[in-house]
């Protein structure tokens, strides 16, 4: 039952902004790294961005930089991804997830994630 549930997605045109919500529910965000992840169709998973549990350390993939920006509330249990000057290429599922653990790999330390919600739609065309 435990689970991110996300929200705000919707259509745009492009230079337009949006503001996606993602919420746990069933359990606290406080204690770990929240990312948020994209997906449109025929295309692979792509990460977007991810903040760290104290909220000082975030991370954007570089189609996204200066135009988008993560922030945390734990007090509210909820994480926001703020989406400005939209273009057609984010046209994508949103949807995120949180990193539960780390395990050793060839890559170095790779994030285990769980809580994987639904995603929102987030559609920018003219």
């Known amino acids: 039952q435990s689970q991110f549930v996300e929200s705000g997605g919707g259509s745009v045109q492009p230079g337009g902004s949006l503001r996606l919500s993602c919420a746990a529910s069933g359990f606290s965000t406080r204690d770990w790294r929240i990312d948020w992840f994209r997906q449109a169709p025929g295309k692979e998973r792509e990460q977007v961005s991810s903040?760290?549990?104290?909220?000082?350390?975030?991370n954007y993939a570089d189609s996204v930089k200066g135009r988008f920006t993560i922030s945390r509330d734990d007090a509210k249990n909820t994480v926001y991804l703020q989406m400005n000057n939209l273009e057609p290429e984010d046209t994508a599922l949103y949807y995120c997830?949180?990193?539960?653990?780390?395990?050793?790999?060839?890559?170095?330390?790779?994030?285990?994630?769980?809580?994987w919600g639904q995603g929102t739609q987030v559609t920018v065309s003219s």
């Open positions: 903040i760290d549990s104290s909220g000082s350390i975030t």
């Open positions: 997830a949180a990193v539960v653990s780390f395990k050793a790999s060839s890559l170095g330390l790779r994030p285990e994630y769980d809580y």
